[in-house]
């Protein structure tokens, strides 16, 4: 699929003509000969690059931050996210007990799972405080700690390979430092940090901000704040979580212009709940409830805990809010995200795209396709 000559972006969100069917070669989508074959009901036949998801708590009933999480579980939770384009991501522990981490990173490394392309820790190093800290248990929110990292990573077999941290943590400056230099990304959430703390993480190198415009207060300054200054800092990309409940749509659109789509990356925040019905589920063995409108949320609690966001909806979505070719967004859910932890995107999708409805239905994933 090398050599594809590139096509002009469309000008209208769909992004796609009807009449077209496209492939994804090293260039972009491109449309094949005409007389190829077209799927019935005006859609669009799409070969894509597998998806990739920096950021995925459980799936389908399974809690990877659940001490009784099984090798099977593992299994089950990816095959299901195949089943959305994904075929490579990074399971999400967020703030716990280390010894409850080490259970569950053992599980996750130790399952095999091709799809398994590292562990991302999202905490315990971030802001104790309420909003910022979301639904991560108070009670086991810490320092940043070099020893404390490399005791979890013992525990891992080595695999953390992104973490997320709030820059006013103490020892934040020296753990980044220390990460960089032992070839872990550092990403920047769940914080307060005022500007020269933020600046002080990107010197120290870290690259990325996790789920940007969530994981702070619920109520900022107009100017600065954290939001502004990591859209602000060109080292730094972005992560974003566009199912319509962590992002209002013009919100998205602003600030994947402001961010540029080469810096932005769509991940799902994924939790138990995601592709099961309306119910109760856990996150790190907490409860989270899932709504009939797709909110995920603590009982009773005001704050977002985690997705029921599958990575072929959120394409579409980011397709409908910003204006974006449907090119564009699935570059964010696979190519951008894959440079940046420094792997290629894995298999291929076949899906159908209804520019109308800015839909993505995933028909096949070939998980291991060159």
């Known amino acids: 699929m090398s050599g594809a000559t590139r096509m002009p972006a469309p000008a209208t969100r769909g992004a796609v003509s009807r009449r077209d069917v496209l492939v994804a070669g090293t260039a972009g989508l491109v449309a094949l000969a005409p007389g190829s074959p077209r799927p019935a009901g005006g859609r669009v036949s ?37 089943r959305t384009g994904v075929t490579r991501f990074l399971p999400t522990l967020i703030t716990s007990r280390r010894e409850d981490f080490a259970a569950c990173a053992r599980v996750l490394v130790r399952s095999g799972h091709p799809a398994i392309a590292g562990l991302h820790m999202e905490g315990p190093y971030i802001s104790p405080h309420d909003g910022p800290r979301g639904a991560h248990p ?27 941290l709030a820059p006013e943590v103490p020892g934040a400056a020296g753990l980044i430092e220390h990460l960089v230099g032992r070839g872990v990304r550092v990403a920047i959430g769940h914080t307060a940090a005022p500007p020269d703390r933020l600046a002080d993480a990107v010197r120290a190198g870290a690259s990325l901000s996790t789920h940007l415009g969530n ?74 409830e899932l709504s009939a409108s797709g909110r995920v949320a603590a009982p009773g609690a005001p704050n977002l805990a985690g997705s029921a966001l599958r990575m072929n909806v959120a394409i579409g979505n980011t397709v409908r809010f910003t204006g974006l070719p449907l ?10 995200p894959a440079d940046y932890m420094g792997f290629p995107p894995a298999g291929a999708v ?21």
């Open 46 to 82: 799409l070969d894509l690059p597998g998806f990739v998801d920096l950021q995925v708590n459980g799936f389908v009933g399974v809690d990877f931050g659940d001490t009784r999480l099984t090798a099977d579980d593992v299994g089950k939770a990816a095959e299901a996210m195949a």
């Open 138 to 164: 108070r009670e086991h929110v810490r320092g940043a700690d070099v020893e404390d990292f490399e005791r979890r990573q013992d525990a891992a077999e080595g695999r953390i390979v992104l973490v997320t």
């Open 350 to 370: 076949r899906a159908e795209w209804d520019a109308e409805a800015c839909a993505l239905t995933v028909l096949e994933t070939r998980p291991n396709a060159s």
């Open 215 to 288: 994981g702070c207060a619920q109520m900022l300054p107009r100017h600065p704040n954290v939001i502004w200054e990591q859209l602000a800092a060109d080292e730094l990309r972005a992560s974003f979580i566009v199912d319509g409940h962590h992002l209002p749509p013009a919100t998205v659109k602003a600030m994947v212009r402001a961010k540029t789509e080469a810096r932005s990356i769509l991940v799902t925040d994924a939790v138990a709940a995601a592709g099961m019905p309306p119910g109760v589920y856990t996150l790190g063995g907490q409860q989270v």
């Open 327 to 336: 090119e564009t967004a699935v570059a964010m859910a696979s190519r951008h």
